[in-house]
């Protein structure tokens, strides 16, 4: 018995195993029903009762070591690359997918949405396809402005009187955000908007617009410039400056364009400013109180500003980008310009 148990030892020291089935037979070899350690205990009923003392000890080292060394072998062919029957190894670590990056209207639009929160605004949103009511009507366009021409709007149903159109601007969102809401008010909308206009380097079809809104008691036009001021320097850095120039839309009284201080030159004047040290970055005003009117809202008591953007121009300007179409045209060269950019 003395050499079985010692000759068994060798050979467990010597077993290995490659895949799971290998360590399995192995098992059944040694510990199964008729296995070799198994039988040395039937063997061990019939020896001298007094080597029974010592050889009980042995025996019960040996299951131990065998135990252990079949546990070892199937922990050894689960981890390191099983061969299933079907050729895969399922146990090989998977291909890594390369991580896309953001595109960079989504970086700014995000950038800009984080700008406001911070200043307490809301996002609201609304639908692409709108109607005439919330995209000209409500936000005081006459019957006949030029704005609801076909070869300035993508109409979906013409012919009656509120028809559906892709809209045009996020301004639609303000109109859906009084109706819904009380003042005070504040929030920022951000959103695709449609255009019938040729595709170039400074127009397109589609683009992205970001709208603001604040309505309450006593909202001056004060509050509009500082609000924007802060909003530039948060954008384009400490430093940045703005200026207002009066303009005019249907939806704003008084109404304002907004330049930032030319961040290439810092005002010297470049190719990018067209030498004027400006950029316009936004249009602006006070809420018509027609405005107000048709949403509900009581224009004695309550005043507001609205403000709307172009993402796509905001990007531009902060990356230097030449050319609208690089935004819609999805070249991975392009795209890849910007993965530093992504924030996790
Ligand atoms: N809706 C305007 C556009 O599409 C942008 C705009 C200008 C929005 C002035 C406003 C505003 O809210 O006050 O060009």
């Given at each position: 018995m003395k050499e079985a148990i010692e000759q068994i030892k060798a050979e467990l020291a010597a077993l290995k195993a490659k895949t799971a089935a290998e360590a399995e037979e192995a098992r059944v070899k040694y510990l199964g029903k008729n296995g070799k350690v198994t039988k040395l205990f039937d063997d061990f009923r019939?020896?001298?009762?007094?080597?029974?003392?010592?050889?009980?000890?042995?025996?019960?080292?040996?299951?131990?070591?065998?135990?252990?060394?079949?546990?070892?072998?199937?922990?050894?062919?689960?981890?390191s690359g099983e061969v299933e029957a079907s050729g895969n190894d399922l146990s090989m670590p998977g291909d890594r997918l390369p991580l896309g990056s953001r595109h960079p209207v989504s970086i700014v639009r995000q950038q800009i949405v984080d700008i406001f929160r911070k200043f307490g605004y809301d996002v609201a949103e609304g639908p692409e396809i709108?109607?005439?009511?919330?995209?000209f009507e409500a936000l005081n366009f006459p019957p006949n402005h030029p704005a609801r021409d076909m070869q300035d709007t993508f109409f979906v149903s013409a012919g009656h009187e509120n028809p559906l159109l892709l809209r045009t601007h996020t301004s639609s969102i303000q109109v859906r955000t009084m109706l819904s809401q009380k003042p005070p008010i504040?929030?920022?909308?951000?959103?695709?908007?449609?255009?019938?206009?040729?595709?170039s380097a400074r127009a397109h079809c589609i683009f992205h617009q970001v709208e603001g809104l604040y309505v309450d008691k006593g909202v001056t036009f004060a509050d509009l410039k500082q609000a924007i001021l802060l909003f530039a320097?948060?954008?384009?850095?400490?430093?940045?400056?703005?200026?207002?120039?009066?303009?005019?839309?249907?939806?704003?009284?008084?109404?304002?364009?907004v330049d930032v201080s030319c961040n290439i030159c810092h005002g010297e004047g470049c190719n990018i400013c067209k030498g004027s040290g400006?950029?316009?970055?936004?249009?602006?005003?006070?809420?018509?109180?027609n405005v107000l009117k048709a949403c509900g809202i009581d224009p004695n008591v309550y005043s507001g500003f609205a403000f709307g953007m172009g993402i796509e121009r905001i990007a531009m300007l902060k990356w230097q980008v030449n050319d609208l179409r690089h935004y819609f045209?999805?070249?991975?060269?392009?795209?890849?310009?910007?993965?530093?950019?992504?924030?996790v």
């Open positions: 019939s020896i001298a009762p007094e080597m029974k003392r010592e050889f009980g000890q042995k025996l019960n080292e040996l299951k131990k070591a065998a135990t252990a060394k079949i546990e070892q072998l199937k922990e050894e062919v689960s981890s709108e109607d005439d009511f919330h995209v504040r929030v920022i909308c951000p959103g695709r908007v449609f255009r019938n206009e040729a595709i320097r948060e954008m384009f850095g400490p430093d940045a400056n703005i200026r207002m120039r009066p303009s005019y839309f249907p939806f704003t009284e008084p109404s304002s364009e400006w950029l316009e970055i936004l249009g602006c005003g006070m809420v018509d109180p045209e999805n070249d991975i060269r392009f795209l890849k310009e910007f993965e530093t950019s992504v924030e």
